[in-house]
């Protein structure tokens, strides 16, 4: 027999033996039909309990000894009498039974003493005066509150609004859904934000783009306007937008609310007063692709007019005319800005060899070791690296205007403003 198999058949044996010792006559006979086999007397007698001798069950223990004397105890002097406790009421609170009509059931209940069950029934059939006296009689202000303000009590409101905090007052209006009133206590506080969201939840867009407005959330006030379909409010808000943006150093940002506005040429005119290949990755990154090689040629005739081989060549580098922008860098003897170029081209032992002679080392030895030339990359390890040049703060070599190393078209600007995050 398979060994699995005989295993399990032992082990059914086992639990219809387990199943008879409880009496569980069905599940036992069920168990040893699978096992194969029937249970002999021998195997049904349950054994009796033995105990284990005290030398098995515990051990030695060692002696304790003779017991101490406690001692005289103090004498703890006469008890105090205690005083009777009050004999309990054996009378239970009255049951209250409705009769059916509800003033009688009110009367009833303040006569109990029950003022907020009261109230509660005047707030049920809209008698807000009295709910509103019961519920500050039972001491539950905001319950009082709410009343007041559905019963339009004024001096009530005045009186219990003083007792609570701005935010409770809130819940407690909302609550009783009292919209006007809730209206006017956000306007006594001058709370715009909670007025312009009033305003957008009974679906009054033109209001809640002027609260907006007033809150100083431009990009909601603009939103607003273009849900209540307002095209003039929301490009004159949509302007202030963009001014706040160019105040703030974020002019991508402001590009893009142009952009989507439908001005094209205004977003241009945004973006130009940036260093020049920061506008160019900008206007790219607006889909501007036209525009953006339109202000690199424009650019680049600039810098021939201008006879500046540097920029020409920066300008030829953005224009995807890398062979061009290298030969202009050689010429320039600009060997470590050439060195990027030809890297980008592909050509990795040129750009190593012009690095090394650039001075820059570093990189020269890292470009020899990422194309496998171990003999070269081990020779420039081994040269001593140069003094680095004492520059002036804030000094730029002339004609380039900023540094060659360029973010990409989706970087964030330099001045952490995240790219249309007015938008």
Request: no cysteine; net charge neutral.
């Amino acid at each position: 027999m398979d060994p699995k198999i005989a295993a399990w058949t032992e082990n059914q044996f086992t639990v219809g033996l387990i199943w008879s010792s409880m009496n569980e006559t069905d599940r036992a006979k069920a168990a040893f039909e699978n096992a194969g086999r029937q249970p002999s007397e021998a195997d049904l007698a349950v054994p009796a309990h033995t105990e284990r001798p005290p030398e098995a069950a515990r051990g030695d223990r060692p002696g304790s000894g003779p017991r101490q004397a406690r001692g005289d105890r103090p004498d703890r002097g006469p008890r105090p009498d205690r005083p009777e406790r009050p004999a309990r009421s054996s009378a239970r609170p009255e049951l209250f039974v409705s009769s059916g009509d509800w003033q009688a059931d009110v009367k009833k209940l303040e006569e109990m003493g029950r003022t907020r069950d009261a109230a509660r029934v005047h707030e049920k059939n809209k008698s807000h005066a009295d709910a509103q006296r019961l519920y500050e009689a039972g001491g539950d202000t905001k319950s009082a509150l709410r009343n007041a303000a559905l019963g339009k009590l004024d001096e009530a409101f005045t009186r219990l609004s003083a007792k609570l905090k701005p935010e409770e007052i809130i819940e407690a209006l909302e609550r009783a859904e009292a919209w006007e009133k809730l209206m006017e206590f956000h306007v006594a506080r001058s709370d715009f934000d909670s007025i312009a969201k009033l305003y957008e939840r009974a679906t009054q867009f033109d209001q809640a783009g002027l609260a907006w407005e007033r809150a100083g959330k431009l990009s909601l006030a603009r939103k607003a306007y273009e849900r209540a379909r307002d095209a003039g409010s929301a490009h004159r808000v949509r302007d202030l937008e963009v001014v706040k943006l160019i105040e703030r150093g974020d002019r991508l940002g402001a590009a893009t609310l142009q952009v989507s506005g439908g001005k094209k040429a205004e977003a241009l005119e945004t973006l130009k007063p940036l260093p020049g290949p920061k506008a160019f990755h900008f206007m790219q990154k607006l889909k501007l692709t036209a525009e953006a090689d339109a202000f690199a040629k424009a650019e680049l005739a600039k810098a021939e007019a201008e006879n500046n081989p540097v920029q020409r060549a920066r300008w030829l580098e953005l224009l995807g005319r890398l062979p061009e922008a290298a030969e202009v860098y050689l010429a320039a003897d600009r060997k470590d800005k050439a060195a990027f170029v030809f890297e980008a081209l592909g050509e990795l032992k040129k750009a190593a060899e012009l690095l090394e002679a650039a001075g820059q080392l570093d990189k020269a030895q890292a470009l020899f070791t990422k194309q496998g030339d171990t003999a070269n990359a081990e020779r420039v390890k081994a040269l001593p690296r140069p003094e680095p040049k004492p520059r002036a703060a804030g000094a730029t070599e002339e004609g380039e205007g900023e540094e060659h190393a360029m973010p990409p078209p989706d970087a964030t600007p330099s001045n952490g403003a995240i790219p249309g995050a007015n938008a």
